[in-house]
C-alpha cells in the first residue's frame, strides 16, 4: 500500500472514530431492541390480567364505582338541570335548609343567564331559546314546591325536590322509608310533575 493511500485510509479511520466518540458522548449507548416485544414495559409497569400494563402506583382508582348518595348537595349543569354533589352539614335542619339554599342558588344563576339574554335584544333564535328556558325553569321551581308540601302533608317534617330534566331527586327527613310511603311520594311527584315513577329517586335523612 502506498504512502498515500495509507494516510487516507489513516484520515478516515481517525474520523470515523471522532464522530463514533462524539455520538457516545452526546446519546450515549444505543439499546437494542426486541423484535419480538417492540415496545417494552417500563420497570413501573407490570402486565395486568388482561395483558395491559398495569402501574405499580395506587394512585387514581380511588372512588371509581362510587356513587354520592342523594341528598348531599347540588351542583347545576348550563342548561336546566341540577345535579346532586357534596354539602356539608351539622344537623337535619341545616342540612335539609342547605340543600335548599344550594338548589335555589344554582337555578337562580341559570335563570339570571337566560334574563340577561332575553334582555340583550341578541339573535332571536338565541331569545326564543333562552324565553323556553326560563318557562322550564319556573316551572321545575313551582312544581318543586307543590310537591314538598304535599309531602309534608304526608306527615314527614321536611323534603327537598331537586328537578332535572330526565330525573327527580327527593330527598325526604325520615330514619327510615317504607315501601308504601316510597310508593305515595313517587306518585305525588309524578302526578304533579309529569313524570314517569322511573324517573323518581326517592331517598331519606334523619
Known amino acids: ?12 479511520m481517525l474520523t470515523l472514530m471522532v464522530v463514533l466518540s462524539a455520538y457516545y458522548l452526546f446519546y450515549g449507548e444505543v439499546k437494542p431492541i426486541d423484535v419480538a416485544n417492540p415496545d417494552p414495559q417500563t420497570e413501573n409497569e ?10 405499580e402506583t395506587n394512585g387514581g382508582t380511588e372512588g371509581v364505582g362510587k356513587s354520592e348518595a342523594p341528598g348531599d348537595g347540588i351542583r ?14 351539622t344537623s337535619t335542619e341545616d342540612f335539609f335548609a342547605s340543600l335548599r339554599l344550594e338548589r335555589d342558588q344554582a337555578r337562580a344563576q341559570m335563570m339570571e343567564q ?7 335584544n341578541q339573535d332571536k333564535e338565541q ?3 333562552a ?8 316551572n321545575m ?4 314546591q307543590t310537591v314538598e308540601s304535599l309531602i309534608k302533608a304526608e306527615g314527614f317534617p321536611d ?3 331537586i328537578a332535572s330534566r330526565d330525573k327527580v331527586n327527593v330527598i325526604v327527613q325520615a330514619k327510615e322509608l317504607k315501601e308504601d310511603q316510597v310508593v305515595t311520594i313517587i306518585n305525588l311527584v309524578s302526578k304533579n310533575m309529569n313524570v314517569p315513577g322511573t324517573s323518581v329517586i326517592v331517598s331519606s335523612r334523619q
Open 141 to 144: 321551581e313551582s312544581n318543586e
Open 1 to 12: 500500500m502506498s504512502l498515500k493511500k495509507q494516510t487516507v485510509w489513516l484520515l478516515t
Open 114 to 120: 337566560y334574563y340577561n339574554i332575553v334582555s340583550a
Open 159 to 161: 323534603a327537598v325536590v
Open 127 to 129: 331569545v326564543k331559546e
Open 76 to 89: 347545576s349543569d348550563p342548561t336546566t338541570d341540577i345535579q346532586i354533589d357534596t354539602v356539608p352539614s
Open 46 to 55: 407490570k402486565p395486568g390480567e388482561n395483558g395491559t400494563a398495569q402501574s
Open 131 to 138: 324565553s323556553a328556558k326560563l318557562d322550564e325553569l319556573q
